[in-house]
T-cell receptor
Framework: GNSVTQMEGPVTLSEEAFLTINCTYT??????LFWYVQYPGEGLQLLLK?????DKGSNKGFEATYRKETTSFHLEKGSVQVSDSAVYFC????????????FGSGTQLTVLP | DTGVSQDPRHKITKRGQNVTFRCDPI?????LYWYRQTLGQGPEFLTY????????KSRLLSDRFSAERPKGSFSTLEIQRTEQGDSAMYLC????????????FGAGTRLSVL
């Protein structure tokens, strides 16, 4: 079945540091890949997505590239802000008729001023 | 567009009681999903509807769980004879089947079974 493995946290960075959160997946075929972010007390929000190999998703300074050869979708940001503190979830949606998302376990990011 | 709304936000119940949660999706969305999230874990899929039809159910959805979406709009998730292991955050999401089919999530209902 489908699965997502995410870098374990928590991750603590200073403001303006470079961020990488690793995500690898197992799936048959070509899944769609997503990063969601969850701020305290709020629902999950889509951060970015990629639907085919070599696609790069980007939003709010965050980027992730769909790498079929390494089955990875690592999240990066060049300069984090305190407001980026949240839990980040990598997820996939399999090809075909299955519509549900399969999530990783999440990575807690704390950015210190 | 007010987003996906879930009610209640918190529910505390005693073991053995029945509970029901409600989800109101984004108005034009025809797909609705339920997920469960336990502390420190990502959401796990429970079931999803397209319009009023329940199209898929996870093995996690035991026979004590039932979900409905009678008119293809709001949905309810009922848990009968609750157990302590049911304590979790229950998340609802909705999407529009055409196009990118992106799932938008509500803030969730946190269930505590004492």
């Amino acid at each position: 079945g489908n699965s997502v493995t995410q870098m374990e946290g928590p991750v603590t960075l200073s403001e303006e540091a470079f961020l990488t959160i690793n995500c690898t997946y197992t799936a048959t075929g070509y899944p769609s890949l997503f990063w969601y972010v969850q701020y305290p007390g709020e629902g999950l929000q889509l951060l970015l997505k990629a639907t085919k190999a070599d696609d790069k998703g980007s939003n709010k300074g965050f980027e992730a590239t769909y790498r079929k050869e390494t089955t990875s979708f690592h999240l990066e940001k060049g300069s984090v802000q305190v407001s980026d503190s949240a839990v980040y979830f990598c997820a996939l949606r399999g090809p075909g008729s299955a519509r549900q998302l399969t999530f990783g376990s999440g990575t807690q990011l704390t950015v210190l001023p | 567009d007010t987003g996906v709304s879930q009610d209640p936000r918190h529910k505390i119940t005693k073991r053995g009681q029945n509970v029901t949660f409600r989800c109101d999706p984004i108005s034009e969305h025809n797909r609705l999903y339920w997920y469960r999230q336990t502390l420190g874990q990502g959401p796990e899929f429970l079931t999803y509807f397209q319009n009023e039809a329940q199209l898929e159910k996870s093995r996690l959805l035991s026979d004590r769980f039932s979900a409905e979406r009678p008119k293809g709009s709001f949905s309810t998730l009922e848990i009968q004879r609750t157990e302590q292991g049911d304590s979790a955050m229950y998340l609802c999401a909705s999407s529009f089947a055409q196009g990118a089919d992106i799932q938008y999530f509500g803030a969730g209902t946190r269930l505590s079974v004492l």
